[in-house]
């Protein structure tokens, strides 16, 4: 069994998300708000919640398909919302 990663080392781990302050604003209506994600390679990891929780929203940001209000993520070590990732995202919504 592999031995779990101390924070520290996860520090210095390559990142597949690397999310700051992304938030998402439709109509003067906030649906993500400050979202901080930080997803090291090799992590699964899921989304999930109620119906109108901006987990959508969330994905689309970090696939490219919608631009964040405020705040910066990059995907695969490429900054969003550069559209260069999705030949190597699987994504359907």
Do not use: C, Q, W
């Amino acid at each position: 069994m592999k031995a779990a990663v101390e924070d520290s080392d996860r520090r210095t781990e390559p990142l597949a998300i690397d999310a700051r302050g992304l938030s998402k604003e439709f109509e003067g209506h906030r649906v993500v708000s400050d979202l901080d994600l930080r997803i090291p390679n090799g992590v699964l990891y899921g989304l999930i919640g109620p119906n109108g929780s901006g987990k959508t929203t969330t994905i689309k940001m970090l696939v490219g398909l919608l631009v964040a209000t405020s705040g910066t993520a990059a995907v695969l070590s490429e900054r969003v919302p550069l559209r260069i990732n999705l030949s190597r995202l699987g994504y359907m919504p």
